[in-house]
């Protein structure tokens, strides 16, 4: 089955510094999403990339759809404290279109040193 | 706030029990999803329901259940629970499915503790 691996499982950094986590999947995706879970918290839906090699931002977060569809990143510049918690890629395959499962990445969980 | 109720918040029970856990979706979404996140665990799609009728169905072990009702709220029924069935259940919804790109909201969650 589909699966959707992130790299790193845990990041720590100094407030103010760049963090980047990667999300690959062994399948195609036809799409993928990013969601933002805070500590205690339920996940929070961030964009979705539909297009091969495409490119959103939003604020100081960057967000890539890898060439052939099967990767993504999410890139976030000069870290805040608000930045805490585990970032989720979630995507869905492009063999099955009409299943509506999205398969979850294992997440990358962002701590802040002030 | 999601607009996504999930009841109860938490929830203690003995192994071998049946609980159902219930949401309510955001006012006009049509899909309902089922997520189990375990803790330091990733979310794991459980199964989905759209208007109704199931449209996509993940890792659901058989003594687990769901269904969603004319007034498109749920319920995740989970029988002869054991110790690893505890867990954050989440409820989420769209206004269409994952394949339309429709936003997923979720709620926020309904503790479970199997003793």
């Known amino acids: 089955g589909q699966q959707v691996m992130q790299i790193p499982q845990y990041q720590h950094v100094q407030e103010g510094e760049d963090f980047t986590t990667y999300c690959n999947s062994s399948?195609?995706?036809?799409?993928i999403q990013w969601y933002k879970q805070r500590p205690g918290g339920h996940p929070v839906f961030l964009i979705q990339l539909v297009k091969s090699g495409e490119v959103k931002k939003q604020k100081r977060l960057t967000f890539q759809f890898g060439e052939a569809k099967k990767n993504s990143s999410l890139h976030i510049t000069a870290t805040q404290t608000t930045d805490v918690g585990t970032y989720f890629c979630?995507?869905?395959?492009?063999?099955?279109?009409?299943?509506?499962?999205?398969?979850f990445g294992t997440g990358t969980r962002l701590t802040i040193i002030p | 706030d999601s607009g996504v109720t999930q009841t109860p918040k938490h929830l203690i029970t003995a192994t071998g029990q049946r609980v159902t856990l219930r949401c309510s979706p955001r006012s006009g979404d049509l899909s309902v999803y089922w997520y189990q996140q375990s803790l330091d665990q990733g979310l794991q799609f459980l199964i989905q329901y759209y208007n109704g009728e199931e449209r996509a169905k993940g890792n659901i072990l058989e003594r687990f259940s769901a269904q969603q009702f004319p007034d498109l709220h749920s319920e995740l029924n989970l029988s002869s629970l054991e110790l690893g069935d505890s867990a954050l259940y989440f409820c989420a919804s769209s206004v269409g499915g994952t394949h339309t790109g429709n936003t997923i909201y979720f709620g926020e969650g309904s503790w479970l503790t199997v003793v």
């Open positions: 399948t195609t995706l036809s799409n």
């Open positions: 979630a995507g869905r395959g492009a063999a099955n279109f009409g299943n509506e499962k999205l398969t």
